[in-house]
C-alpha cells in the first residue's frame, strides 16, 4: 500500500521560519516533489527531490531522507502570501505516477 | 513554457446529464496525461492515467464507465463525466508530462470546478 501522511494544519507568524514534515510509504519511490496549492487553483511545481539531502532555492528548501522515508519543506522569511496548502508528492516507480500527501494548510498571520 | 489549461474552469450541470472536460499541453507534446478529482480541503487523488493513442488505467474504484476519458492526440486528453450526480460535484485537475523519457515533472492545468445541482 501507500501512505503518505503531512499535519493538516499549521500557523506560523510572518517573517517566521515554518518547517513542514512529510513521512511516506510507498510501494516504489523514484522522487519526492513539493507543490504548493492556493485554494481554487492548481498545484504549483516548488521543489524535487530524488537524492538525499537538502536541496535550496531560495526562502524555500527541502531535504529528503530515503532510508527514514522523510522529507520536509522549509519556508524562511515567511510571507502572508504564503498562506496556501502545501502538498507533498511521491514519484513512484514502474507507472510513474505521483501520489499526493494529505496536504498541509498553512496559515501565515501578521 | 509548459502550459496547460482546461476547459471550462467552471460548470454547472443537472443530474443526469454529461460534461465534457478538456485538458490541452499548449507549447509541449504530452505522452502521458493524469486526472485528479480534488475535494474541498483534501488532497489530490489520481484517477487516471492516460497514454495517447490507448486506454486509459484507472485507479481502483474509480468507475471507467462513468469517468469517460480520451486521449486522441499528444496535445489532448478529455473527461467526460457521464450521467453526473451531486457526488461528482469536486474540482477535477489534469496534469500532463513531456514526451522527454528525462523528464518528470507534470504540468498540472487550472483545473475545473464542477457543481452538479
Known amino acids: 500500500g501507500q501512505n503518505i501522511d503531512q499535519p493538516t494544519e499549521m500557523t506560523a507568524t510572518e517573517g517566521a521560519i515554518v518547517q513542514i514534515n512529510c513521512t511516506y510509504q510507498t510501494s516504489g519511490f523514484n522522487g519526492l516533489f513539493w507543490y504548493q496549492q492556493h485554494a481554487g487553483e492548481a498545484p504549483t511545481f516548488l521543489s524535487y527531490n530524488v537524492l538525499d539531502g537538502l536541496e535550496e532555492k531560495g526562502r524555500f528548501s527541502s531535504f529528503l531522507s530515503r532510508s527514514k522515508g522523510y522529507s520536509y519543506l522549509l519556508l524562511k522569511e515567511l510571507q502572508m502570501k504564503d498562506s496556501a496548502s502545501y502538498l507533498c508528492a511521491v514519484l513512484n516507480t514502474g507507472f510513474q505516477k505521483l501520489v499526493f500527501g494529505t496536504g498541509t494548510r498553512l496559515l501565515v498571520s501578521p | 513554457g509548459a502550459v496547460v489549461s482546461q476547459h471550462p474552469s467552471r460548470v454547472i450541470c443537472k443530474s443526469g446529464t454529461s460534461v465534457k472536460i478538456e485538458c490541452r499541453s499548449l507549447?509541449?507534446?504530452?505522452?502521458?496525461m493524469f486526472w485528479y478529482r480534488q475535494f474541498p480541503k483534501q488532497s489530490l487523488m489520481l484517477m487516471a492515467t492516460s497514454n495517447e493513442g490507448s486506454k486509459a488505467t484507472y485507479e481502483q474504484g474509480v468507475e471507467k464507465d462513468k469517468f469517460l476519458i480520451n486521449h486522441a492526440s499528444l496535445t489532448l486528453s478529455t473527461l467526460t463525466v457521464t450521467s453526473a450526480h451531486p457526488e461528482d460535484s469536486s474540482f477535477y485537475i489534469c496534469s500532463a508530462r513531456g514526451t522527454s523519457g528525462a523528464t518528470v515533472e507534470q504540468y498540472f492545468g487550472p483545473g475545473t470546478r464542477l457543481t452538479v445541482t
Open positions: 507549447d509541449f507534446q504530452a505522452t502521458t
